[in-house]
């Protein structure tokens, strides 16, 4: 059974700072996606990650694949408010070619001004 | 209609009534998918299907029905209502292709409360 976990659950940060969000996920997968999600909104598409030491950027955001370690990383660079947000990662898993999508439980991301 | 659509928006349902919700896209994907949302629970997969024909069950697929009977229509069955059921319900859908990204895609959602 896939699972996924993201650390942290909650995050509070201050305007200006650094910080990363890690999804880690237990089966081999060579697919994974970040959205963002603002409250009481639908998900929206971040990234799509589709293979080893795969990297996006996207403003402040950076997210790359370690398919080896089973690891995803979303950066935050210098955070504003405007990113304040919850983040989900997601691993497609191949039964049988057909794909299913797990996600993980979110981060909820504060940033302070 | 641009993109996916839900309806309702919201429904407050009495336990043991039948209700379906109702999921529109006009992108021709191929795929399509129903989470439910429950705080600290993320997203989890009731059902998903990969064309007009087939469906298949996810990690919560208990209580729940599906149909796809064409390309652009993909309505969530619940038979008769729980207080469990009560959460929002996502729609997805995507362009499923082996040398695609096939990303996807979310409606609006629907708040469900049975009481």
């Known amino acids: 059974e896939l699972k996924v976990e993201q650390n942290p659950l909650f995050l509070s940060m201050q305007e200006g700072k650094n910080y990363t969000i890690y999804c880690n996920y237990s089966t081999t997968s060579d697919r994974l996606y970040w959205y963002r999600q603002d409250p009481g909104k639908s998900l929206e598409s971040l990234f799509v990650?589709?293979?080893?030491?795969a990297v996006k950027q996207e403003g402040r955001l950076m997210a790359s694949l370690d398919t080896k370690a089973r690891l995803s990383t979303l950066h935050i660079t210098a955070a504003v408010h405007d990113l304040s947000a919850t983040y989900f990662c997601?691993?497609?898993?191949?039964?049988?070619?057909?794909?299913?999508?797990?996600f993980g439980t979110g981060t909820r991301l504060k940033v302070l001004a | 209609i641009a993109g996916i659509t839900q309806a309702p928006t919201s429904q407050i349902l009495a336990a043991g009534r039948r209700m379906t919700l109702r999921c529109t896209q006009d992108m021709r994907h191929n795929a399509m998918y129903w989470y439910r949302q429950d705080l600290g629970l993320g997203l989890r997969l009731i059902h998903y299907?990969?064309?007009?024909?087939?469906?298949g069950k996810g990690e919560v697929p208990d209580g729940y029905s599906v149909s796809r009977a064409n390309t652009d229509d993909f309505p969530l069955t619940l038979a008769s209502a729980v207080p469990s059921q009560t959460s929002v319900y996502f729609c997805?859908?995507?362009?499923?292709?082996?040398?695609?990204?096939?990303?996807?895609?979310f409606g609006p959602g629907t708040r469900l409360t049975v009481l």
């Open positions: 990650l589709l293979s080893n030491g």
């Open positions: 299907s990969n064309t007009a024909g087939t469906t």
């Open positions: 997601a691993v497609a898993l191949d039964t049988s070619g057909t794909y299913k999508y797990i």
């Open positions: 997805a859908s995507s362009l499923e292709d082996r040398a695609g990204h096939n990303e996807q895609f």
